[in-house]
């Protein structure tokens, strides 16, 4: 089992800054793909981005690449979601999930609110 807890959400600006965390337990971090996603009101949830287990390679979604970067920290078992220029289409409930290696998202945070004014 891996435990997940989102942190840093919050209201912000158009063209401002968020850094989003996600704190996980119960597995060797460095074994899991760690990824974000987002669902708005009445939107199905979509991929925002990826760090892969091992090497970490990063993976968007090309709504947000440019604009957001995924980065991990395997000594304090973390993963961040950086958003700069961000928009109010960037509005949603933000999700930190993880897979074990290459397997797929079996693992869900509560999620955390990210609300962009225009």
């Known amino acids: 089992q891996v435990q997940l807890v989102e942190s840093g959400g919050g209201l912000v600006q158009a063209g401002g800054s968020l850094r989003l965390s996600c704190a996980a337990s119960?597995?060797?971090?460095?074994?899991?793909?760690m990824g974000w996603f987002r669902q708005a009101p009445g939107k199905e949830r979509e991929f925002v981005g990826e760090?892969?287990?091992?090497?970490?390679?990063?993976y968007y979604a090309e709504s947000v690449k440019g604009r957001f970067t995924v980065s991990r920290d395997n000594a304090k078992n973390t993963m961040y979601l950086q958003m700069d220029s961000l928009k109010p289409d960037d509005t949603a409930v933000y999700y930190c999930?993880?897979?074990?290696?290459?397997?797929?998202?079996?693992?869900w945070g509560q999620g955390t609110q990210v609300t962009v004014s225009s």
């Open positions: 999930a993880a897979a074990y290696r290459n397997g797929g998202y079996d693992y």
């Open positions: 119960g597995r060797t971090f460095s074994s899991l793909t």
């Open positions: 760090s892969r287990w091992g090497g970490g390679s990063t």
